[in-house]
């Protein structure tokens, strides 16, 4: 089964950084200067700022914006929460869902993930799920185990039509997030390779599992982007630490526009 899409999806999450609204205008303006240089036809560039700098950014320029979460209800009684109506009214075209910080510091469960997906879909804002194993269940070696679990109980209900053109799945190993550590390029690949199979069983057919653009996150930088895309066939990079680095973020894009 192919794992390449036509597209390169490059997606900065900025998580609680910076502390300034001027200096996320300024991080933010450096990328988008770049990205109006490239043919964007070959990369899709999201940044996900903090919830409050979203307003700060134009929409309508070719660096999308995303958020880093979002709730499944649509308005009502949720202190201090964010819907996807919210955020389409803003522009916001992505958001990151289940990302492990989520599910580790805030309890985020499966099932919150589910509900998430489903708001995100039915509010017209793409979701980014994000799955991956511990260091301790990829010792056991129950990384597929994890895997499997993950992605069934984050696309509990959800019907395959709502998913084409819209979900994009990360997977981030948890031991590779801000510490340095990567998987190798076959790890990575067989990982992709795994999802498109559950999504082709969950939906019976290879439609799901063709057209949702798997993604790779977890120390990523300047040196090892091009591999851990074009050594692995996924469609692009989840990249934190490295995106708060404008000049080395937009390295990592251009890399992708050629
Ligand atoms: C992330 O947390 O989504 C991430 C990919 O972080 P980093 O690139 O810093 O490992």
Redesign the pocket.
């Given at each position: 089964m192919d794992l390449k899409q036509t597209k390169t999806y490059i997606i900065g999450?900025w998580?609680m950084n910076p502390a300034s609204e001027a200096d996320a205008e300024e991080m933010f303006d450096e990328v988008e200067d770049e990205v109006y240089k490239i043919d964007d036809e070959k990369v899709e560039v999201v940044i996900c700022p903090p919830f409050v700098f979203l307003s700060n950014f134009d929409s309508d320029g070719k660096v999308k914006l995303g958020a880093q979460d979002i709730f499944w209800e649509n308005s009502g009684a949720f202190t201090g929460e964010i819907s996807a109506d919210m955020l389409r009214r803003l522009g916001v075209r992505y958001a990151i869902i289940g990302?492990s910080?989520r599910r580790q510091y805030l309890g985020e469960t499966d099932e919150m993930v589910n509900l998430k997906i489903k708001a995100a879909l039915a509010g017209k804002v793409r979701p980014i799920l994000?799955i991956g194993e511990t260091l301790e269940e990829r010792q056991r070696g129950d990384t597929g185990e994890i895997i499997v679990n993950q992605v069934e109980k984050a696309l509990t209900e959800i019907p395959e039509k709502d998913l084409i053109g819209n979900l994009v799945i990360a997977y981030?190993p948890i031991w590779?997030?801000?510490s340095g550590a990567v998987p190798s390029p076959d790890e990575v690949m067989s990982i992709g390779l795994l999802i498109k199979k559950i999504l082709a069983k969950i939906y019976g057919n290879r439609v799901a599992a063709e057209s949702v653009p798997i993604l790779y996150?977890?120390?990523?930088n300047r040196d090892n982007a091009f591999d851990l895309v074009d050594k692995t066939g996924l469609s692009g990079l989840?990249?934190?630490?490295?995106s708060l680095k404008p000049r080395e973020f937009v390295e990592i894009v251009r890399r992708f526009a050629k």
């Open positions: 999450n998580k990302h910080e994000c981030e590779a997030i801000g996150g977890g120390s990523v989840l990249i934190g630490g490295a």
